[in-house]
């Protein structure tokens, strides 16, 4: 049996970009935490250990919690403004 910890393993490759891989000068650092989430994200759901979802949920999550982006920012793609 696999443990969970296995499981959410496929991002930290992509983390370390983040720490390891030179930022480009025209990068904000905010632009560049996005990145590495977003890569992390894709990893995730491409070598699918967790459903779609969950890693939606997970890069939604972290963008909120390391104040990357904040909470109107991050959920602006559910609203709805057409009246």
Do not use: D, N, Y
Request: with cysteine; aromatic share 12%.
């Amino acid at each position: 049996m696999e443990s969970f910890a296995l499981h959410l393993s496929p991002p930290r490759p992509c983390v370390a970009v983040r720490f390891f891989v030179p930022k480009p000068v025209e990068v904000t650092p905010q632009a560049w935490q996005l990145l590495a989430i977003f890569l992390s994200t894709i990893a995730g759901l491409v070598l699918s250990p967790l459903p779609v979802g969950a890693w939606a949920f997970l890069g939604l999550t972290t963008s909120v919690v390391t104040r990357t982006l904040t909470f109107p920012a991050a959920f602006s793609a559910f609203t709805s403004e057409s009246q």
